[in-house]
C-alpha cells in the first residue's frame, strides 16, 4: 500500500515540474498629461518706453521788490484763477517804520506793500516761497503757475525704435498709482538726448485730468500685432538647449502622442503664435506633462474632473 502511495506521488511531482511557467506581460509606463486645441485670436507684443509730464504754458512769478512776505495764499498743487492774490509783499523801508501810517489816505496805508496776484488760471506746480516772514530779493523766484490744459507727456523712445512712435499715434499711458490714460502722440522734438540716445516724442492725454509736472509715468506702444493668429500657452512649446529648433506634442489618439516640429512667431507671458504648420480645429496639443517626452511617447490623459 505504500509503494503503491509513492508511485502515486512521484507522478504527480514530476507533472508539476514540466508544467508551462507563465509568461509575465511587460507594462509599459506612462505619462500623465493634458492636452487641448489651439485657440485662433489676437496676438500683439508691447513695448514701454519712460513719459513724464511737462507743462507747455508756465507762468513764472518772481517778487517785485526787496522785502518781507507777509501773506501766503496757496500751496502747491492747489488750483488759483486769474486775479487772485498770491502773496503779499511788505518792503524793507516799511518794515523798518513799523506800522507808523504814511499820510491820512489808503493810499499812503499801502505804501511799501506789494500784491502779486495770479496772472493766468491755472494750478499751483512749484513753490520756492512758503513761508510767510521769509525775505526775498528783487527778481527772487515765488511760485509758478501751469495752465492745466497744455499738460503733455514727454516720451523717450530709443532711437532705433521711433518708428514705434509714428506706427502708434494712439497709446497707453501706464502712471505710478496703477491707472491708466489714453494719449495720442502729437509730434516729435528736434533733439536727441546725447547720453541715453532717445528721441523726445510729445503726447496729449485725452480728456481733462491734473497732473503734477515731472511725474515719471510708463508710456505703452505697441510693437507687434497679428490678428486670427494659431495661439497655445507658452508651456506647449518645447525647444532645444540653444532654442533654435520648436517642437509640440500632438495626440494622435487618447494613448500616443507624436513629435512636430513647428515655426514661432512672437509669444508674450501666456500665449505663443505658431506660424506653421496649420493645425486643424480637432487637433489637441499637449499643454502638461509634455517635458522630456520621445516622439511617439505612451501616454495617459489626465481626469480634469477628479480633484
Not at 117 to 123: C, E, M, N
Request: glycine letters at 8%; proline letters at 8%.
Amino acid at each position: 500500500m505504500n509503494r503503491i502511495f509513492f508511485y502515486g506521488w512521484l507522478v504527480v511531482t514530476m507533472g508539476a515540474c514540466h508544467s508551462t511557467p507563465a509568461v509575465e506581460e511587460t507594462v509599459h509606463p506612462r505619462s500623465i498629461v493634458v492636452a487641448g486645441p489651439l485657440i485662433t485670436g489676437t496676438i500683439e507684443k508691447i513695448e514701454t518706453a519712460p513719459a513724464t509730464t511737462v507743462y507747455l504754458q508756465k507762468s513764472e512769478l518772481t517778487a517785485p521788490i526787496s522785502g518781507y512776505l507777509t501773506q501766503v495764499h496757496m500751496r502747491p498743487g492747489d488750483p488759483v484763477h486769474k486775479g487772485d492774490l498770491l502773496y503779499q509783499i511788505e518792503s524793507k523801508e516799511r518794515k523798518a517804520l513799523g506800522s507808523w501810517p504814511i499820510g491820512g489816505d489808503s493810499a499812503g496805508s499801502a505804501f511799501g506793500t506789494f500784491r502779486v496776484l495770479a496772472p493766468v488760471s491755472g494750478f499751483v506746480t512749484r513753490m520756492d516761497k512758503q513761508q510767510p516772514g521769509d525775505f526775498v530779493t528783487e527778481g527772487q523766484p515765488l511760485c509758478s503757475v501751469a495752465d492745466p490744459t497744455t499738460v503733455l507727456f514727454q516720451l523717450n523712445i530709443p532711437y532705433e525704435q521711433i518708428a514705434l512712435a509714428q506706427q502708434n499715434p494712439l497709446c497707453r499711458i501706464d502712471l505710478p498709482d496703477g491707472t491708466s490714460v489714453d494719449a495720442r502722440i502729437i509730434r516729435p522734438l528736434t533733439q536727441v538726448n546725447p547720453g541715453s540716445q532717445t528721441a523726445p516724442f510729445l503726447a496729449r492725454p485725452e480728456g481733462y485730468r491734473f497732473f503734477p509736472e515731472g511725474l515719471i509715468a510708463s508710456a505703452c506702444l505697441v510693437g507687434y500685432r497679428k490678428k486670427d493668429a494659431q495661439l497655445l500657452p507658452v508651456k506647449a512649446l518645447l525647444s532645444d538647449e540653444l532654442m533654435r529648433h520648436f517642437w509640440v506634442m500632438k495626440l494622435v489618439n487618447d494613448s500616443m502622442a507624436v513629435k512636430i516640429s513647428v515655426t514661432v512667431g512672437q509669444k508674450n507671458d501666456s500665449l505663443v503664435e505658431i506660424v506653421q504648420p496649420v493645425f486643424s480645429s480637432s487637433d489637441r496639443v499637449l499643454t502638461d506633462g509634455n517635458y522630456g517626452l520621445p516622439d511617439t511617447a505612451m501616454v495617459r490623459l489626465r481626469d480634469n474632473t477628479r480633484p
